[in-house]
Antibody
């Protein structure tokens, strides 16, 4: 099992970025997926969840209405579209698999993509 | 949201020591409690799920206990590779994490 994020970088406040997460060793049509972020030197914050079919998505209050999670099951790629970025969105963003028994049991993590929001 | 109160925020210990980290949920979460280890510059790794079940390959010196609102992670015979930050996380509802406990060398 491997998860590889890409697409991080620098964006101005109010700007947009799109993160991608390519997964290997399992299929997105079988597992629930999550995004978790961690500001530098800080704790962990869950921000989004998507079911295997993609029919149900959930967001933390801090990103709802600005971030959109989606996935391409055929390509095994999970995405996070981030709009109206704020300085407080600066963090490492981790793509995380939910285990087979519990979608919020976070069993495999990507290496993280760094997002910096600054003018 | 369910709040997770983790303590202590940091502790200093020596190789061979036993350390205990506590995590309290703001309401009952059954046994939906997971523990992670994170080393600097790395992603967290899952150590224990459903409060007390070790992930395959995690040394038996790690153990977890508790149910309801109060949980504990214990590391017996602390080894050099165990110096890291540990987080608890509830999976009873949308995930929330403890603030983390940094275990460093005394």
């Amino acid at each position: 099992v491997q998860l590889v994020e890409s697409g991080g970088g620098l964006a101005p406040p109010g700007g947009s970025l799109r993160l991608s997460c390519a997964v290997f060793g399992f299929t997105l049509e079988t597992f629930e997926m999550n995004w978790v972020r961690q500001a530098s030197g800080k704790g962990l914050e869950w921000i989004s969840h998507i079911t295997p079919s993609g029919a149900t998505v959930k967001y933390a209050d801090s990103v709802r209405g600005r971030f959109t999670v989606s996935k391409d099951n055929a390509k095994n790629i999970l995405s996070l579209e981030m709009n109206d970025l704020r300085v407080e969105d600066s963090a490492h963003y981790f793509c995380v698999r939910g285990s087979a028994r519990d979608g919020y049991n976070l069993d495999y993590w990507g290496q993280g993509a760094l997002v910096t929001v600054s003018s | 949201d369910i709040q997770m109160t983790q303590s202590p925020a940091s502790l200093s210990a020596s190789v061979g020591d036993t350390v205990t980290i506590s995590c309290r949920a703001s309401r009952s979460i059954g046994n939906y409690l997971n523990w992670f280890q994170q080393k600097p510059g790395k992603a967290p790794t899952l150590l224990i799920y459903v409060a007390s079940t070790l992930i395959r390959g995690v040394p038996s010196r790690f153990s977890g206990s508790g149910s309801g609102t109060d949980f504990t992670l214990t590391i017996n015979n602390l080894q050099p590779e165990d110096f890291a930050t540990y987080f608890c996380q509830q999976s009873y509802s949308t995930p929330t994490f403890g603030v983390g406990t940094t275990v460093d060398i005394k």
